[in-house]
């Protein structure tokens, strides 16, 4: 065997949570270019039947579920007869997440009054932490219970460079939430490394998405987030396959705990 056929997923079953756009939609889009049998789950019906539409016209095994991943019975239901289905569960990508609202300055570098602390509505704070936090946490129990029977599994979460990197421009709530579940990653590889599970955390800079209501794609948004990055530059979500790819596979069979940053040098700090 080559060493880069390592880098395969050919008939392993995957599962995405937030897989009818931006980052989910391209976990899924290059687990079944490699092969996987792919699950896409998502709040969002519409985007999910058009985005399974595509992906199945397009010759590859997919299936998928309108399921809100912090709804905690639902989701345990879903992974059991996803269970039951394939009879086996080898990669999830627990990915779904929201932003948080205004952060405390506006694009333009001004004070925003709505994201200061004192004026956050809280619904904002308890959203945010049920879907980038606890869900996760939902996630990850329904994965395990079914790859600790057989043995072996890969979980891979999707964080932000939020995690580790305070920013002004974004909501409040995000941050805490993002290290709430990078410190979940690395407690979960500890527990389950034993069991063959390998869990991990890709934490994304700015990829143009869909998120904050598609915030990234207005110039002046871009702009300020663009100029926090070295590479002076948004990403393109084709740009994270390849590290999805690497952890998803074989190829990266003793990674497990690591939070892998891809965010064009931003956590290096800024380069004007
Ligand atoms: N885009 C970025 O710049 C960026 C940076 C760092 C981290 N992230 C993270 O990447 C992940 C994906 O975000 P994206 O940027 O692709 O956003 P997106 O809005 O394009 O996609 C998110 C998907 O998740 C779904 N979703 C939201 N809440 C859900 C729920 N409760 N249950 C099920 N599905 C739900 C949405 O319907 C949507 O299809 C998120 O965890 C986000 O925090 C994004």
Known sequence: ?????????????CVVTGAAS??????????????????????????????????????????SEVVDATDRAAM????????????RLDIVFANAGIDAGPGFLDTDGQRCAEGA????????????????????????RAAVRLMKPQGHGRVIVTTSNAAVLNEAI????????????????????MELARYGINVNAIAPGPFVTNIAGGRLRNAADRAAFAQ????????????IKGLALFLASPASSYVTGAQIVIDGGQMLGRVD
Do not use: S
């Open 1 to 13: 065997m080559k060493y880069w056929e390592r880098f395969t997923v050919e008939g392993l079953v």
């Open 22 to 63: 931006g980052i989910g939609l391209a976990y899924c889009e290059v687990m079944a270019e490699a092969g996987a049998r792919v699950v896409l789950l998502d709040i969002d019906a519409v985007q999910l039947q058009a985005q399974v539409a595509r992906l199945t016209a397009a010759g590859f095994n997919v299936r």
């Open 76 to 87: 345990y239901q879903c992974f059991e007869r996803i269970g039951q289905y394939y009879g």
């Open 117 to 140: 602390l004192e004026n956050l509505e809280e619904h904002d704070w308890d959203k945010v932490l049920a879907t980038n936090l606890t869900a996760v946490f939902t996630t990850l």
């Open 170 to 189: 974004v909501g409040t709530p995000y941050m805490p939430a993002k290290a709430g579940a990078a410190a979940l990653v690395r407690q979960a590889a």
């Open 228 to 239: 926090r990055v070295p590479q002076h530059r948004i990403a393109d979500t084709e740009e």
